[in-house]
């Protein structure tokens, strides 16, 4: 009941009735009671809005520093992109180029600016892992990088997702600032798969035949019904009237 105008509870579920905020934290109590018994629980919901990944094809892999000519598991920046968890992109071992940060990156270029809203990041497992990264996008082939935000990451053969507010885009990378090795630390970056999200658009709820349905219900009298029927009746358009009135979702709009 802590945020209760964003949710109800109808036919035993918990329904949601409007649109939640990216990135805001909801926190909901509920009460259930059968016969002698009552169950309480508190939980937290963190909304995020929805997201879907920009097309593979359409993307280029890009970094500073690749192992050429590779193998058939690890080597070059493409490998980023060709859907297999078992190939994976690794800077030039044969050198030790990658103990500089600045050659410890790896992204992609998109085929146009775009707006994009975050990546997901497959790390390989082993040496190489990234552990403290940093996510930068350019607006052109050749700009300057600018940073998005930052963060650590466990290490693991594990996808990865980085949200923030959308930019517009035309390359987006990863820094490797601190990452593993068997070793050395700091000395290598690997990458096994590499995507980049865009924003979906959520279309506004349909609410022509909630309107209809409430202008038919205020033409209606109470002579017309009994005590009973009418109460419940002026409880329904009240919720009707309410649901009209906020930025529901279009499931609500439907009940």
């Keep these: 009941d802590t945020?209760?105008?964003?949710?109800?509870?109808?036919?035993?579920?918990?329904?949601?009735?409007?649109?939640?905020?990216?990135?805001?934290?909801?926190?909901?109590?509920?009460?259930?009671?059968?016969?002698?018994?009552?169950?309480?629980?508190?939980?937290?919901?963190?909304?995020?809005?929805?997201?879907?990944?920009?097309?593979?094809?359409?993307?280029?892999?890009?970094?500073?520093?690749?192992?050429?000519?590779?193998?058939?598991?690890?080597?070059?920046?493409?490998?980023?992109?060709?859907?297999?968890?078992g190939t994976w992109w690794h800077t030039n071992w044969d050198t030790t180029e990658a103990?500089?940060?600045?050659?410890?990156?790896?992204?992609?270029?998109?085929?146009?600016?775009?707006?994009?809203?975050?990546?997901?990041?497959?790390?390989?497992g082993g040496n190489g892992d990234v552990t403290s990264y940093r996510v930068e996008y350019r607006t052109t082939d050749d700009g300057n990088w600018i940073e998005i935000t930052s963060g650590t990451w466990d290490r693991g053969a594990v996808w990865q997702f980085v949200g923030f507010p959308a930019v517009e885009a035309k390359q987006v990378r990863v820094v490797g600032v601190h990452t593993y090795a068997d070793s050395e630390n700091d000395a290598h970056m690997s990458t096994a798969e590499f995507r980049v999200t865009v924003p979906v658009e959520e279309e506004s709820a349909n609410k022509e035949a909630l309107e209809a349905s409430i202008t038919e219900a205020e033409s209606l009298t109470p002579a017309d019904y009994t005590e009973e029927t009418w109460a419940a009746l002026e409880t329904v358009l009240a919720e009707a009237r309410e649901i009209y009135a906020e930025d529901a979702i279009q499931e609500a709009v439907d009940e």
């Design 3 to 85: 945020h209760n105008e964003y949710f109800k509870v109808a036919d035993g579920q918990l329904k949601l009735r409007k649109a939640l905020t990216d990135g805001n934290t909801y926190f909901i109590r509920v009460k259930a009671t059968y016969e002698d018994s009552v169950l309480e629980a508190s939980f937290a919901i963190i909304a995020e809005r929805l997201r879907a990944d920009y097309p593979v094809g359409n993307l280029t892999a890009i970094s500073e520093s690749q192992y050429l000519p590779g193998d058939d598991t690890e080597g070059p920046d493409d490998y980023i992109l060709d859907g297999q968890s």
């Design 99 to 124: 103990t500089n940060v600045a050659k410890r990156w790896v992204g992609v270029s998109l085929s146009e600016v775009t707006a994009i809203d975050g990546i997901r990041y497959l790390s390989r």
